[in-house]
């Protein structure tokens, strides 16, 4: 039978791009204000989607690794970019410094960091720590870490990694000695460790055998005895070294190690690299290990409303106001995990800690809730499961309240978020090439990205519509264009000064228009795409399974654009603006906001198929603020 004229009314985008098996869950608010597509936009919080952003180009870099944001106070910050065994500095897009680094590409995947000041503190669990340091704007220097040591004394973590009755006998209390175990303890790598026996300490300088060692007194020894009554170092080259840390409540938290993956070690209280335990005292270090009925290795530790602690297994809080020996509790509160593989930087966004599960398929928001007085773990891909693919690196622009996650198969994950307006928008974006890594610097998004002939730091730019992309300027117009040598051979496209589009190729690290132009936009194109969801109609008669639609015309609210390329399909054609709406004529193209409307013919008898689409690879602005379909229905 055939049904009325209907019209549906789309007024944001704000629930995102939805997985397909979405297209039968009509009766979802989600559905109403979500897209089968969203490819290279951006969604505002407020709804409207928008074309997103150009990269514009910063530099080559030395190959893949890793961007790390680095705040030095708040009008200077600096972008680091590690590669293999090297670190790059970056202030405002330009290359200030350079040195060497000890993490290989390989390890540069499981590093962790945190920030205090001028000193930004690197972990790995196979690499001692380092201190990276800003003496001046150009002058950077990179140090192992030094825990405290008063009276050559060192306050470092000790832990026995022995049985529990494994003795130790010195030969002597004082000068150079003789340490004999009981059983199998030293190995070569020992030398230059620390033991303590009976809580004094010896420096061992030879290992003779798996049961002997020679070590220099650094505090006289209780007694000869043999003893069960010891401990080496927990952090060393034999033992492994921390997985991550961070700062909370004026404490130095180290969570795991490579031998002690559940341990957590916090420092003594405005003493950040003391960590001694002393008498338990208020202010005094702080060391616990996460036991419970499953494997809880440490993969990151995060300062939020109170410690947090993500495992391979689950989630933990550790309480205490403030934290001190006596009053910290250590409560798990979920069990999702985090990746093993990989560390992926918690973030927090607006009091939740946003942080990846360990099967790379959740987004999950750790939110403390007052009501049971704990934390939940929601799951904010739950709609949009296609579009996580194993996250492998994330940040968060605050400004824009856009979270960006690099996927594992070189795409890029936007999320907007709004929780005060329930908004959790999902799209998606591909460049030509991968992108490998982002990082939020005081409001700009820098990205690195693997392209043909090489890797590249780029940074979203609002007022590019084109990839690695460089603008250029002159006085008197010309025709040729220069440096473009990390596009040799590309075909690029070239947006001058009179809107006038160009597709060219780079040779010589330059270009050569048709005609001469004062102002350029160079760059690889990109195609954005939206195409909406199958309509619903809850009402007798309205479109469901079997239904046949006929869209008869479609109204596009939009603002700022310069060009609407509309599939109601015949393929992208590009819309007028008419008469109606306002117009700027300032340069190239007229920026156009209002309402356009465009008809259609033909029935949709393909249930996934869209009844428009919009493609457009044209580098002009595009904003869609919402859609009414005028359709026909059959039956």
């Known amino acids: 039978m055939s049904g009325g004229t209907i019209t549906l009314a789309k007024t944001n985008f704000t629930a995102g791009e939805l997985s397909l098996d979405m297209m039968g869950r009509g009766d979802l608010s989600a559905y109403a204000n979500g897209a089968k597509t969203l490819r290279n936009v951006f969604i505002a919080p407020i709804g409207g989607v928008s074309r997103r952003s150009g990269l514009r180009f910063i530099d080559n870099a030395r190959g893949r690794g890793r961007l790390i ?52 503190l690197v972990v790995h669990p196979e690499v001692k720590p380092r201190k990276l340091t800003r003496t001046s704007h150009s002058a950077w220097t990179m140090s192992e870490w030094s825990f405290y040591t008063a009276d050559n004394v060192i306050q470092q973590p000790y832990h026995k990694f022995a049985d529990d009755e494994v003795t130790l006998q010195p030969s002597s209390t004082s000068g150079t000695i003789t340490i004999t175990a009981s059983a199998s303890v030293f ?6 460790t620390r033991f303590r026996l009976q809580q004094k300490e010896v420096e061992i300088t030879a290992v003779t055998s798996a049961t002997q060692a ?8 209780v007694n000869t005895i043999a003893h069960k009554d010891w401990e080496e170092q927990a952090l060393s080259s034999i033992r492994g070294w921390p997985t991550s840390v961070c700062f909370h409540q004026d404490r130095l938290v180290i969570g795991g190690s490579r031998d002690q993956p559940n341990r957590l070690w916090l420092s003594k209280s ?10 338990a005292l208020d202010d005094e270090a702080i060391e616990f290990a996460l036991l419970s009925d499953q494997v809880n290795a440490i993969r990151n530790v995060f300062s939020g409303r109170h410690l947090q602690v993500f495992t391979s297994g689950a ?25 093993v593989d990989r560390t992926v930087p918690p973030r927090d966004v607006d009091g939740a800690t946003l942080f990846v599960s360990r099967n790379g398929k959740d987004l999950r928001e750790f939110l403390f809730a007052d009501v049971e007085q704990a934390y939940q773990s929601t799951d904010l891909a739950m709609l949009a499961k296609h579009v996580m693919n194993a996250p492998i690196d994330q940040d968060y622009d605050s400004a824009r309240r856009l979270f960006h996650l690099v996927m594992g198969d070189g795409t890029l994950g936007t999320v907007t978020v709004f929780r005060a307006e329930k908004v959790t928008a999902w799209t998606t974006h591909r460049t030509d090439g991968d992108f490998l890594s982002v990082a939020v610097v005081e409001g700009e ?15 979203f730019d609002g ?27 590309r075909d690029i496209r070239v947006l001058a000064d009179d809107g006038a589009l160009e597709t060219l190729i780079v040779t010589a690290g330059a270009v050569t228009l048709s005609e001469p132009a004062s102002k350029v936009q160079m760059g690889l194109p ?57 117009h700027s004529f300032d340069a190239g193209p007229p920026v156009f906001s209002g309402d356009v409307q465009v008809r259609a013919i033909g029935w949709k008898r393909d249930a996934f198929a869209p009844l428009w689409r919009i493609s457009q690879d044209v580098p002009l602005p595009c904003t869609v603020l919402a859609v009414a379909t005028e359709m026909k229905l059959s039956s």
């Open 526 to 582: 990109f195609t954005h795409e939206i195409e909406p969801l199958p309509p619903v109609v809850q009402a007798a008669g309205g479109a469901g399974p079997g239904a046949v639609v006929r869209l008869i015309r479609a109204h596009f609210r939009l603002l700022d654009t310069q060009a609407l390329h509309l599939d109601t399909g015949k393929g992208p054609l590009p819309v007028p603006f008419r008469r109606f709406g306002r």
């Open 463 to 489: 007022t590019l519509s084109l990839d690695a992309a460089l603008t250029g300027e002159s006085d008197t117009p010309k025709v040729v264009w220069s440096g473009l040598d990390h596009l040799e051979g």
């Open 445 to 459: 998004v820098y990205v690195l990205v693997s392209r043909q002939g090489g890797i590249c730091v780029e940074r």
């Open 315 to 339: 989630e933990w809080m550790v309480s205490g106001q403030p934290l001190t020996p006596t009053s910290i509790q250590l409560t798990r509160q979920t069990r999702v995990g985090s990746p």
């Open 214 to 221: 020679s070590a220099t007194v650094k505090q006289n020894l």
């Open 69 to 120: 944001a680095f705040e030095f106070n708040t009008e200077q910050t600096y972008l680091l970019v590690l590669t293999d065994l090297h670190l790059d500095v970056y202030a405002d897009g330009i290359h200030v410094a350079d040195m060497e680094t000890p993490w290989s590409l390989e390890q540069l995947k499981q590093i962790n960091w945190t920030q205090t000041a001028d000193t930004l």
């Open 270 to 279: 405005s003493d950040l690299f003391n960590f001694d335990l002393g008498e």
């Open 187 to 192: 190995v070569a790598g020992h030398v230059g």
